[in-house]
Each structure stands twice: as C-alpha cells, then as structure tokens.
C-alpha cells in the first residue's frame, strides 16, 4: 500500500511558478513510478507528467512541456512538479500517482494509488 499527499498548491497570477509535492508512505517509495494529472471543473483527469522510478526518465504532455519540471527525491519519499510560466488554462487540482509499472505513463487507468490532490488556480 502506498499512500501519498499532495501540497503546494496555491493561487498564482499568470506566469508565476508552483512547486508541488507529492510525499509518499511506505518503504518501497523507489519502487513506483510516479505520475501528476490534474481535472479542471467539468474537464475529464488530464495526464500531466510523469517520472520512473528511478527518475531516469520523465513524460510531459505536450501543453506543459518546457514549463513543467518532475523530479524526485527517493531518499525523501517525494515526487515534485515544478510549474513555471503558469497560465490560467493550468487552473486545476492536481494529483499525484503511483504504479510499480503504469501500462501507459499518460492513461489514469494504469496508476493504481491516488492522492487526494492540490488546488493550482492560475489568475489572468
């Protein structure tokens, strides 16, 4: 069992920057993959990033690459997603993930742990 809380979150203006945390239970943190997805009101779960377990590789989708950051601290039991040049349209909760192996980093399906998430709200 993995259970993970999330914190950072905040209200931003537009092309300000977030740091999100994600704090994981458990001895076996190193052993998960870890992924961010974020649901706007009315908006299905959206994949956001991910990381393997050893970090050694990272996922973005397409409307966060080059701004969006995901690192993690295995010694610290914590996944991060540093969000810089924040727009409104990144106005979200965002939860975090876990899966030993996520059958797509990008699909929710495939995470089998769940944060409760963390409220991002971008202002214009």
């Known amino acids: 069992q993995v259970q993970l809380v999330e914190s950072g979150g905040g209200l931003v203006q537009a092309g300000g920057s977030l740091r999100l945390s994600c704090a994981a239970s458990?001895?076996?943190?190193?052993?998960?993959?870890m992924g961010w997805f974020r649901q706007a009101p009315g908006k299905e779960r959206e994949f956001v990033s991910a990381?393997?377990?050893?970090?050694?590789?990272?996922y973005y989708a397409d409307s966060v690459k080059g701004r969006f950051t995901i690192s993690r601290d295995n010694a610290k039991n914590t996944v991060y997603l540093q969000m810089n040049s924040l727009k409104p349209e990144d106005t979200a909760v965002y939860v975090c993930?876990?899966?030993?192996?996520?059958?797509?980093?990008?699909?929710?399906?495939?995470?089998?742990?769940w944060g409760q998430g963390t409220q991002v709200t971008v202002s214009s």
């Open positions: 993930a876990a899966d030993r192996s996520p059958s797509a980093w990008y699909d929710p399906v495939g995470y089998d742990y």
């Open positions: 458990g001895r076996t943190f190193s052993s998960y993959a």
């Open positions: 990381i393997t377990w050893r970090g050694s590789n990272t």
